[in-house]
């Protein structure tokens, strides 16, 4: 069968039958924001949420969640909503301990292997990322999921605001995956999927999608979208009809996965990290 393009070279951390090469970083938005050491210099009150997340406490929705769980306290009493606007951390704790001041952004990749949650613990007991990560990091955010069985570039920060930012389908920050597919599709099925698609009722928009490699009815899928709806990547191939073995993220905007090896994490440079803030939408 003919594909658009032909087959590349396997990188490092794929396995022999994996389709890929290591596809250049594409440039985020022309749209210039202001520069980190800016954005950080914001006078006046502001939301709890917002100054706990860019101290590092969680996301904003997590804050929310735990003002309305009474985790939060100002001078020593618990704060309720509607929440009021601080200037600063002075006075606040979270489950009783003094919030520290807010580090410079750092951003961390992790080779997600398959079988571990991306969250911070399991009621079922289930292994998570934190349960593999090395001790002595920061407290660190996941920027996204990775389903269980799902593998591959994870990124990792202490910035709240900025896991936020990087999530946001406003964004337009890209996702590229890999899947191991089970059955038959052609690359013109592939390439309607550029024109979005909705599946039960669910509306999932632009795919950039192309048939890698086939052996037999086995075939390597790589998909490039900016959304990451639950379970996209999935709910995609498996309204075509096919069964989807392995998925891996292999890229998140100008990151990518490239040779790490499974279960490594590693620490972007600052140099990078700032020229990706100047240049996000």
């Not at 985790?71 to 951390?89: H, M």
């Not at 090395?134 to 955010?141: A, D, N, V």
């Not at 389908?169 to 909705?198: H, K, N, V, W």
Request: proline share 7%; hydrophobic share 35%.
């Amino acid at each position: 069968m003919t594909t658009r393009r032909p087959p590349r070279s396997a990188p490092r951390s794929a396995p022999t039958d994996a389709p890929s090469g290591r596809r250049a970083a594409r440039g985020a938005a022309s749209a210039l924001r202001k520069p980190p050491a800016e954005a950080e210099r914001e006078d006046g009150p502001q939301r709890i949420a917002k100054l706990l997340a860019r101290a590092g406490v969680g996301s904003r929705r997590d804050v929310e969640r735990m003002v309305e769980e009474g985790r939060i306290a100002l001078n020593g009493q618990v704060i309720v909503q509607p929440a009021p606007l601080l200037a600063s951390l002075e006075g606040l704790t979270v489950d009783g301990v003094p919030v520290a001041k807010p580090v410079s952004t750092r951003l961390y990749r992790f080779n997600k292997p398959a079988g571990c949650l991306t969250a911070a613990r399991d009621p079922k007991g289930r292994k998570t990322i934190y349960d593999l990560l090395p001790k002595g990091l920061p407290r660190l955010m996941p920027v996204g999921r990775l389903d269980y069985n799902t593998e591959g570039l994870l990124l990792l920060t202490n910035d709240g605001a900025f896991k936020r930012q990087l999530e946001l389908p406003s964004s337009g920050i890209e996702r590229t995956y890999r899947a191991r597919a089970f059955g038959d599709i052609s690359q013109a099925q592939l390439e309607e999927l550029a024109m979005g698609i909705e599946i039960d009722g669910v509306r999932y928009g632009k795919i950039d999608a192309n048939l890698e490699r086939r052996t037999g009815r086995n075939q390597w899928v790589e998909m490039t979208l900016t959304e990451g709806k639950n379970r996209e990547v999935r709910k995609v191939l498996e309204h075509f009809g096919l069964q989807v073995s392995r998925l891996i993220r292999t890229r998140y905007g100008a990151f990518e996965l490239g040779g790490m090896p499974l279960g490594a994490v590693d620490v972007v440079p600052r140099d990078e990290l700032f020229k990706f803030r100047r240049h996000l939408g």
